[in-house]
């Protein structure tokens, strides 16, 4: 199935759209911006040149997708995340013209996690599979595969299931209580079995 993109939304020609992706309301697509198959973007987003989404990816209303963020497959992003790129932007200073004040710095969010309403998302930082962040929270570090993340600055109280589900580990094993899967913790990580 085509792209479905809807009447109010700018999406340049030369941005990669995937097939079944749509596209709602007033939302702004750049060139050289990737988007996969079967995503959906809410209304009033805003996609950069250098970001890209995996298949499957799910933006809610009101986000900024900057260049250098990548989305994975399967990631879920809540109404107003903020995604940023720049740790000391200055107006006067681009880094284009100004590469000795900093540079721009990549954020990659990998498959299938999740991102809560409001959340901050510094640059720099690797959001692991199937993580969850909460809603509002800020996040100024990476963050390990099903780890949960809350909190300003977010910090980790837990573990989550692919399906989203808490985790309750004994003797490092878990098993989820909703889908079955099993997962064993390993030092400060945690792995499906």
């Not at 340049?12 to 309301?25: D, L, R, V, Y």
């Not at 697509?29 to 995503?39: M, P, S």
């Not at 980790?156 to 064993?184: D, H, P, Q, Y």
Request: positive net charge; glycine residues 12%.
């Amino acid at each position: 199935m085509d792209p479905i993109i809807h009447k109010t939304a700018e999406v340049s020609p030369e941005a990669k759209i995937g097939q079944g992706t749509k596209i709602w309301h007033n939302s702004q697509v750049l060139a050289g911006a990737v988007i996969g198959e079967d995503c959906t973007i809410g209304h009033n987003c805003f996609i950069g040149s250098k970001a890209v989404l995996g298949n499957g990816v799910k933006l809610e209303s009101n986000i900024d997708v900057w260049d250098l963020v990548v989305l994975g497959d399967y990631v879920f992003v809540g109404p107003s995340v903020t995604f940023t790129n720049d740790l000391i932007p200055r107006a006067k200073y681009p880094k284009s013209e100004f590469p000795k004040y900093g540079k721009w710095l990549p954020t990659c969010v990998q498959e299938g996690a999740s991102l809560g309403v409001n959340a901050t998302i510094i640059c720099g930082n690797k959001i692991g599979k199937w993580a969850m962040v909460g809603g509002g929270s800020v996040v100024t570090k990476d963050i390990p595969d099903y780890a949960l993340f809350v909190g300003v600055p977010a910090k980790f109280i837990g573990w989550v299931c692919e399906c989203g589900n808490r985790l309750s580990f004994k003797e490092n094993k878990a098993v989820c209580g909703v889908c079955s899967r099993s997962f064993r913790q390993e030092k400060e990580f945690v792995v499906p079995i």
